[in-house]
């Protein structure tokens, strides 16, 4: 079973670790190993492990583009990755969430700025499930109180569920819990009745094999797959105006017509052009990641294109 990552208690060296891996670098380059340059040297990069599969081929792009640069991209959950970067034990992180309250707590606490943060692509949290379930549309509204008030259920909103559904996440490491707490709980303990797992393939196993439970996952998980459905979200925008739910679609994401959008985005330790920022950049920019981020059914960040689905979708 994976242990739960607490709070960031070994975040009090914080300052002084910082100060000694830029002192280490300065050293090895002192010593005649070759400069790292944004193309150039060799990097580990941790990434969030609900993303790491579907990135692969980007991932491989920049290993074509540069022979001299050898990057090393480890899956590991969010929160293990967030800490090995607070504990500056990792020079860049990609992951699906921002930080968590309590990692901001930690900057603030130690006066510290944010990493240094490049958004790669736009996703979005998804809820799936069988095709045959009951239900096609909830609103944001149902689901935060659902996952905040511990006598609402899914039943007394639609009485024509038999049985109370159980919701279906990777574990409380994971970017898809992490964006529960952010989006519907306001970081308390979510109260919907809710099975965790050990990571998004095992929630698709445990969705597909039991028609009356609900996945969380990601709009890139899903976009495609005609094993399952996801949920249509009504939602009020940041105007006041009520948004009908629609089919969960890249176009509707780019259109503001979602409500829980999730950016992937790239954190690195040094605020500076070496590898890791070289690496993370060129996820952002490179057209062929671009293209392949569109196709998989994401938004690239800073593409340009028109994309129109049919009112017949909705």
């Not at 540069?66 to 929160?79: D, I």
């Not at 780019?254 to 790239?266: A, D, F, H, S």
Request: aromatic share 10%; glycine share 6%.
């Amino acid at each position: 079973m994976k242990r739960s990552f607490p709070p960031f208690a070994l975040l009090t060296a914080f300052c002084a670790s910082w100060l000694l891996l830029a002192s280490t670098c300065e050293q090895k380059q002192e010593n005649g190993e070759p400069v790292e340059t944004a193309t150039t040297g060799k990097a580990t990069i941790l990434c969030d492990e609900s993303i790491f599969e579907r990135l692969q081929p980007a991932f491989a792009y920049f290993d074509s583009s540069y022979a001299e640069a050898k990057v090393e991209v480890v899956p590991v959950s969010a929160r293990e990755g967030m800490s090995q970067l607070f504990a500056t034990k990792a020079r860049g992180i990609i992951l699906s969430r921002p930080y968590l309250t309590d990692e901001d707590s930690v900057l603030k606490a130690n006066k510290l700025p944010p990493h240094a943060t490049t958004i790669i692509a736009t996703d979005a949290l998804v809820f799936y499930v069988q095709k045959d379930f009951p239900l096609d549309t909830i609103s944001l509204d149902q689901l935060k109180k659902l996952f905040t008030d511990k006598s609402a259920t899914l039943q007394g909103m639609f009485p024509q569920l038999k049985t109370e559904p159980t919701f279906v996440c990777p574990d409380a490491n994971s970017s898809e819990y992490g964006n529960i707490l952010l989006a519907l709980t306001k970081s308390t303990a979510p109260q919907a009745k809710m099975t965790l797992v050990k990571n998004a393939d095992t929630a698709r196993k445990v969705v597909a094999a039991n028609p009356n439970s609900i996945g969380i996952g990601y709009l890139w998980q899903n976009a495609g797959d005609r094993q399952f459905k996801m949920l249509k979200i009504g939602f009020q925008d940041t105007t006041g105006t009520y948004i009908r739910p629609k089919t969960v679609h890249q176009a509707y994401v780019v259109m503001g017509k979602y409500p829980l959008t999730v950016n992937i985005r790239g954190l690195i330790l040094e605020d500076r052009r070496n590898l890791p920022w070289g690496f993370i950049t060129f996820l952002r920019n490179d057209v062929r990641a671009k293209q392949y981020f569109l196709k998989s059914g994401i938004v690239p960040e800073g593409a340009k294109f028109d994309l129109v689905p049919t009112e017949e979708e909705e």
